[in-house]
């Protein structure tokens, strides 16, 4: 018995090796090719990026995938940074949309989420069952009364046509209420004895409780909105105003260097956000797990 | 007649208070979400911008009608067919593994998870490098005298995607399995050990009991990211991929581009109706099994 369980053992753990490998894999590969030099990379994968090859440097007959580079070089990271501002730009756009939604998404989330826990009944039920289906729904479907409002309102083809939708979605509303739903109901009732306004209530009594909550939501709508593509594709006509996300998937015809080095800057904010936070973003995707308030 | 805030009916303030508190979440969601909506359904049925007479249902046989929309919908449902299953069972696969007592659990579930966090577009460029006509993985099949496969440009383009989507999605599906798997008491699975039950046993009898609510759950929400994995391929093959990976949301993008409103507005009123039977089917089935195993 002892014996066979120790083998199951050894079974899940090989298994648990290989997926992880499988998982890292695409994500490590990137990154050390980031660091190869220009021509090294033409070499190797020449034969995928057509255009890459102009004419002049060798490019190796069999594409040659490869962990470590023969020669570590900055040089495209310095390109990307320093004489590229089109790299710049698009960063400085993805920021510009990402954090102004995660900021206004926190604050309208708190708020209703409070609403959410201090009122309890039918209503309350069907309306948060209203948020659960919007926040389901996919792009196609929410986009078109995005696109519909944005030219109405006059901000089509600006950053508001994505911000302003932005703040408003359903998804941390309906996260944070579930996490404020869990404060004793006592706490808040012997706190109203102790003369308690609903404004003190909320922020000295339920926000307090809720900080690793907003935290996770934060990770969790940041890496949404750090990813963006539908919005940018049918609201946004100006390629001035497009998100690096956009732009990653159009460069692959220029130097492929600094295309690696431009996807590497592209997910350092990301990884940096996810190995520090990772613990709250785990606890935010437990607490997702049921439709229900 | 005037009354105070403080003679007011507790039940009354307390609902007051709160909406206001709701406030502007709820002015949002009406202007940004719900009133529009209300009006997209307005013009799925009407004929046209300026001459606004009722069309009946002609928009919708339109587009249920069109080519394009019926390749994409097929397109989405093999790709479900073919994603969905395998995110559920791979996912709860790893949950079970995680849970096990093997070396290293904390970092495999950073490991699982990290895809999560990376960017698509970011990963882009390896993904053409490995599953390119010339690239790594035909390089690798060949070693076993595979022919040579154009992944993104022939019908085996949907496994490229549904590698991708399997490769991003499992690590949430697998936190919430992680999740439910530590809700399930401890004395039941004690006592199940001391009467001597196999692991299969405690699994299939037990665990997956307890499970089948979370299973449902993650099985709703793998199907409504499927209908977002036009992200992923308009990355990897842009605005006109091959027909094998044309997506319902590269349908509407041509909508788009003639702002043909009316069809447009068809279009997202039926895939609403099907997300909506989704999600009715979800709560009425988690309340039938959830039910016996709460209580």
Redesign the interface.
Known sequence: MRRKRYF??TV??L???L??V???M??V??IT?AFMTQSEITAN?G???QNANDGKSYISK??N?KFIPDKVSFTQFFTVLLKSPDYLLKFWNSVLFTVPIVLAELV??S??A??????RGRIRDSLFFF????M??????????????SKWLGVYNTRWAIL??G??A?FS?FLLTKFMRRIPVAVIESAKLDGAN?WHI?WNICLPQCRSALYSIAILVF?DN??M??QP??LLEDASLQP???F??TI?QGE?GI??AA??I??IP??L??LHG?SY??EG??H?????G | MRRTWKQLNLKLRDFLASLCFSGPSFVGMLLFYIIPFGIVVYYSFVTGAVDRSFAGLKNYRDVLGNGAFQIAARNTAVFSALAVPLAVVLALALAVMLESRIPLKSQFRTFFLSPMMVPIASIILIWQVLFHANGAVNEFLRVFGVDKIDWLKSDYCMIVVVLLFLWKNLGYNMILFMAALSNIPRVLLEAAEVEGASEAYQFFHIKLRYLSPTVLFVTILSIINSFKVFREIYLLTGSYPYQGLYMIQHFMNNMFNDTDVQRLSAAAVVLAVVIVVLIAVLFIVENAFGKDVEG
């Open positions: 199951s053992r899940c753990f298994l648990c090796a997926f992880a499988l998982f890292l695409p994500t590969l990137t090719n994968y034969q995928v990026f069999r594409i995938l309208v989330a708020l209703a409070y609403g959410f826990t201090r009122w948020y659960v289906i919007l389901l729904m996919p792009y196609q479907v929410t986009l078109v009364p995005n696109y519909l409002v302003l939708p703040a408003f359903p509303v609903e909320f890496i750090w990813n593509v539908e594709l049918i690096l996300s956009m990653l998937s692959n492929i295309a690696f996807a590497v592209y997910m990301a990884l956000l996810f990772e973003l785990v995707i437990a997702s797990g049921s439709v229900k």
